[in-house]
């Protein structure tokens, strides 16, 4: 199991080209990201959040009910 310390950390990249927010998905047994081609055969670093921040606030406004639903 993933060490589960609330440790503030301080991540700091240098020659990085690009950056984006995924959220992890089911895959068989396992889990995946998906990811831009752009970035097929380049080695990447996956950087795992304590809080889901972002992400769960933008699934909070897309799971509202649809007007006049029941």
């Known amino acids: 199991m993933p060490n589960q310390a609330r440790e503030k950390r301080v991540l700091s990249i240098e020659g990085f080209s690009g950056s984006f927010e995924k959220r992890v998905t089911r895959f068989g047994n396992g889990a995946k990201i998906d ?36």
Not at 43 to 68: I, M, N, R, Y
């Open 35 to 70: 990811c831009p081609k752009v970035y097929l055969g380049r080695k990447v670093f996956v950087v795992v959040c304590l809080d889901s921040g972002t992400l769960a606030e933008q699934d909070s406004v897309h799971s509202e009910p649809a007007a006049g639903g029941s």
